[in-house]
């Protein structure tokens, strides 16, 4: 059986809960069988059964979010043997030696062959070892495996390609002051599509940790943060500081839970601001539709819309006009008919853009007297909109306060008002839960999950809800 590394986004916990729905519910049926707070390690029914398993990874890389690459495991070596010969005080010179060589031996066995990491020997061949620890801020990556297993990877890969017929192996370098500090990011994806690394004669090496052991890989595909950059940055209208991030904008639309025939599945953001979800739903082949109070919002979704169109070389459907409009999302049902919709997905109104904390009494009378009656009327309009058992997702703030507690609206009660139910984001069952605490799950289902960056005024608060 072949498995995989998924190598997850910077919220882990909202990766990993994205992967687990996908593995579940698309046609790419699969199971994460082990994890850290940087890769997921995935086994699927049957997709590696197909010849072109790699055209399909690259499916799965477009569809997700929460996705930096996926690379195929070749073998794997058990925690105490890494420990054993990368220890953190060295006493048992001989013992280090021998478990050492038993590492070495196991490269060698993977490294060339039909269905090893490069598939022959080449003249010329490049590789960059990425070691992903079970957690950043963990001693033993910082101290032993940046400063010692990383270089000892280099030179014996290198060693052993030489060996095997290789007139010329390099490998990529990481600045050194980087390796003194022991604070050293793996390669990013964009440095995968510069360095050539999905060549034959070329390869990202992984390394991928968890509290088990090490699982050694070859990258397949990676994320192309620069496309997504392109369209996020340079579409005509923008507000960088109110706008969902493209990356986040995928999850959303995954936790709908509609992945067949999405060119056939209409979906709406009724709070679409300058169309960011729109925009990311159009290149997945949805439908979409969106709204919006602001006259001026709807007209620059829409100039978004036909400049990303021209980008991709698409002709500009003669419909854009009347698929986003202008409406106020709490009369929704005014403008579009009842059971239209396959899904739901939007930010909307999350309040002010502060730039300092608001008072505890500040943000309680906007989340009283403004974000929960907007938030319960969209509810209500949504669920006549909506096809039956189709879902929405979408954000709600949690709002920092400087005085008191974080605020949040009580969405668990204006959704069961509004005859919806709360879909845990992510099932236990599925998961074989981890001990350390920082990677362990304490409940059997996690419910909603948060996006936000560190000290972050407006949190971001992720709920999926399916109509009853
Ligand atoms: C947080 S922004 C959405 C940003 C959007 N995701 C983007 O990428 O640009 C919220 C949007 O909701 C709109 N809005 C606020 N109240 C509304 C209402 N009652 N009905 C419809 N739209 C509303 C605002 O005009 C704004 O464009």
């Not at 192309?224 to 904008?249: A, M, V, Y």
């Not at 067949?260 to 679409?272: A, G, Q, S, T, Y």
């Not at 439908?287 to 819309?305: E, H, P």
């Amino acid at each position: 059986m072949e498995r995989f590394i998924f190598v997850l986004g910077s919220n882990w916990q909202l990766s990993l809960a994205e992967l687990d729905n996908y593995l579940k519910y698309s046609k790419y049926k699969g199971r994460i069988i082990d994890y850290s707070a940087n890769i997921a390690i995935v086994e699927f029914k049957d997709l590696h059964q197909d010849p072109h398993y790699i055209n399909k990874l690259m499916e799965i890389q477009f569809n997700l979010g929460g996705c930096q690459k996926i690379s195929k495991i070749f073998d794997f070596i058990d925690i105490t043997t890494i420990q054993e010969a990368f220890p953190i005080q060295m006493y048992k010179f001989k013992h280090v030696e021998r478990i050492r060589k038993k590492i070495i031996d196991i490269i060698d066995n993977i490294i060339i062959g039909k269905k090893g990491i490069f598939p022959k020997v080449y003249e010329s061949m490049f590789f960059a070892v990425s070691i992903y620890p079970n957690l950043y801020d963990d001693s033993y990556y910082t101290e032993v495996l940046v400063k010692h297993f990383l270089p000892f990877l280099n030179k014996e890969i290198m060693e052993i390609l030489k060996q095997k017929g290789a007139e010329k192996a390099l490998y990529y370098q990481y600045p050194e002051e980087n390796i003194k500090s022991g604070n050293l990011n793996p390669i990013f994806p964009h440095h995968l599509i510069k360095y050539d690394l999905l060549n034959e004669n070329r390869a990202e090496i992984i390394f991928g940790f968890t509290e088990e052991g090490v699982y050694l890989a070859r990258t397949f595909t990676t994320d192309d943060p620069n496309f997504k950059k392109e369209i996020d940055e340079g579409r005509p209208h923008k507000e960088f500081k109110s706008s969902i991030s493209p990356k986040l904008t995928l999850t959303l639309l995954n936790f709908l839970n509609i992945f067949e025939n999405r060119e056939n599945k209409k979906i709406l953001d009724p709070f679409v601001g300058n169309g960011t979800i729109a925009l990311f739903a159009l290149l997945q082949d949805f439908q979409i539709f969106g709204s919006d109070n602001d006259f001026m919002k709807v007209n620059n979704t829409i100039r978004n819309i036909h400049w990303l169109l021209e980008l991709l070389e698409e002709e500009i459907p003669p419909l854009t006009h009347q698929r986003i409009v202008k409406q106020d999302a709490r009369s929704m049902s005014n403008k579009f008919e009842a059971y239209f919709f396959d899904g739901i997905c939007t930010e909307p109104e999350l309040g002010p853009y502060y730039t300092e904390k608001p008072y505890f009494t500040q943000a309680r009378n906007l989340i009283e007297t403004e974000l929960t009656p907007l938030y319960d009327d969209f509810l209500k309009e949504a669920y006549k909109i909506l096809k039956p058992n189709s879902r929405i997702c979408f954000i709600s703030p949690i709002i920092s306060t400087i005085d008191g507690n974080d605020i949040q609206v009580n969405i668990e009660k204006i959704a069961t008002k509004n005859n919806f139910r709360i879909v845990p984001m992510l099932d236990l069952s599925r998961i074989n839960n981890k001990s350390n605490p920082k990677l362990k799950f304490r409940k059997q289902q996690v419910r909603t999950l948060i996006d936000a960056k560190k000290g972050q005024i407006i949190k971001r608060k992720i709920y999926v809800l399916e109509k009853k």
